[in-house]
């Protein structure tokens, strides 16, 4: 907002003309573009254009409600998608655990590593002692040669 004295117009003489006359009508904006002017409707067009806007924000508002019941059901579709998802990965987990344990299971029966080295060893002996004995009893000439 300025400060100080408005400044007013030099004071005419009582008698003096206007430069200007008041306008009744109000310029175009733009030339060629058409005069917006203040007419007086007739009651029927008023109670018709009243029930039109009343029509109107009565579908404005039913379109509200739609987008509404659209976005809860929207928010309802995911929360299921979610559940749905988690059923399936629970699914998944359940039947990745009945593999672990067909799979435990299996190998429990095997022989651990101790009777594993346990056997190569009695196998090693075997194998030195029944080739001496071979030898000792002369069994290779019932090996055919080659």
Do not use: W
Not at 20 to 45: F, T
């Amino acid at each position: 907002m300025l400060q100080g004295p408005v400044p007013t117009p030099a004071a005419a003489p009582p008698n003096a003309v206007p430069a200007v006359p008041p306008n009744p009508v109000p310029p175009q904006a733009q030339p060629g573009a058409p005069a917006r002017l203040a007419v007086a409707l007739p009651s029927q067009v008023a109670d018709q254009l009243a029930r039109i806007e009343d029509k109107a924000s009565r579908i404005e508002d039913k379109y509200a409600r739609s987008e509404a019941l659209l976005a809860r059901v929207e928010d309802r579709v995911e929360a299921a998608g979610a559940r749905m998802n988690e059923a399936a990965r629970q699914a998944d987990l359940a039947a990745l655990r009945a593999e672990v344990r067909a799979l435990s299971d299996r190998t429990r029966r095997l022989p651990g590593a101790g009777a594993l080295i346990l056997t190569a060893v009695v196998t090693a002996v075997l194998t030195v002692v029944l080739t001496l004995v071979a030898q000792r009893l002369n069994l290779q000439s019932l090996i055919p040669l080659r």
